[in-house]
């Protein structure tokens, strides 16, 4: 038995180390999770419950190349794309209600992304009620370099999480400034869906998130987890 369309790919974002690949299953994306950006988008920073937003697997595009930024269009209907610099956490495994103290068990590795957003979208639907899919889950927002797998890095709690925007950074942080930690994180998250291998979670963005327009080369980094690099043309 065929498929009456042409079935689509599977997303793979590439392993440091080796010549396979991540499958990418679904993207989880993790609200105001440190509290200088929860401030400066005007929120309480206090330790309220996260909540998560979605993007496609086929949000991803691979921007590994710090020497060579990938090209990507600027999206369409926006004026106000803005950058979130992001530690991304990549499933091995899952299930429901996690435990916390279990949780990194279910972990392949880290690598860094970032959470596009089409901000006039976003805080236009948030005004009218509405959801935020197109201020977010849109083509080629969701940018990210290489898998470092945890069982060569380790399972990073502090370190520098950093974007800089034509040479000059826009965002500074430490892991260590995350409101949930990862494994907080994915304990919460498997109590709202059924976790598995393949997830893909943006852990949230620190402070100093801004405008990008043509021409503007973003280049991040995370501390023992890679780069991502990306030229918007």
Not at 82 to 108: C, P, Q, R, T, W
Not at 127 to 154: E, H, L, T
Not at 167 to 172: E, V
Request: glycine share 12%.
């Amino acid at each position: 038995m065929g498929y009456v369309v042409k079935a689509p790919a599977i997303v793979g974002v590439p392993v440091h180390g080796s010549s396979d690949q991540f499958p990418v299953r679904r993207i989880f994306c993790v609200g105001r999770n440190y509290a200088a950006h929860a401030r400066e988008m005007g929120h309480d920073p206090d330790r309220e419950p996260p909540f998560f937003f979605s993007k496609p697997a086929d949000a991803i595009v691979l921007c590994a190349d710090p020497k060579n930024p990938t090209k990507i269009p600027y999206p369409p209907a926006t004026k106000n794309l803005h950058h979130e610099m992001e530690l991304v956490v990549a499933m091995k495994s899952g299930g429901a209600d996690i435990a916390v103290d279990k949780a990194l068990d279910h972990v392949f590795g880290y690598g860094c992304g970032l959470d596009m957003t089409r901000r006039d979208l976003q805080n236009q639907a948030k005004d009218m009620g509405r959801p935020w899919d197109m201020g977010k889950g849109f083509d080629n927002s969701a940018p990210i370099g290489v898998i470092y797998p945890a069982s060569q890095i380790g399972h990073p709690a502090k370190g520098t999480i950093q974007l800089d925007v034509n040479g000059k950074t826009r965002q500074k942080s430490d892991l260590n400034a995350l409101i949930w930690s990862i494994p907080e994180t994915i304990s919460y998250l498997s109590g709202l869906v059924t976790l598995a291998a393949g997830d893909l979670i943006y852990s949230g963005t620190p402070e100093g998130v801004a405008a990008v327009g043509k021409g503007d080369t973003l280049q991040g980094f995370v501390d023992g987890c890679g780069t991502v690099s990306v030229t918007y043309v």
